[in-house]
């Protein structure tokens, strides 16, 4: 298991990247929004990328926490001893 997981995930603050990236994604989509009530002629560009946009960050948050409770889990396999590697 200690293979695999060095295999998995050899950097810990892989899954707070993640969620990072997902939340700047997710805050620039609305910081874009704002720029686009004081600039009407941009609202179709907007209205087009705003659903793909807030789709990836909210997935890069999915995968982030979904990581994140990865790791905890085989740390508390491993505080049990439960070390098979099968």
């Given at each position: 298991?200690?293979?695999y997981?060095?295999?998995l995930l050899a950097d810990t603050k892989t899954c707070y990247r993640y969620l990072q990236a997902g939340l700047g994604v997710i805050?620039?989509?609305f910081v874009a929004g704002l720029?686009?009530?004081?600039?009407p002629a941009w609202q179709s560009?907007?209205?087009v990328l705003v659903m793909p946009m807030l789709f990836i960050g909210l997935g890069l948050l999915l995968f982030g926490v979904g990581t994140?409770?990865?790791i905890m889990h085989l740390n508390?396999?491993?505080m049990r001893g439960n070390t098979d590697d099968s």
């Open positions: 298991m200690s293979t997981k060095e295999y805050l620039a989509t720029v686009v009530l004081g600039a560009v907007y209205d994140h409770l990865h508390v396999m491993e």
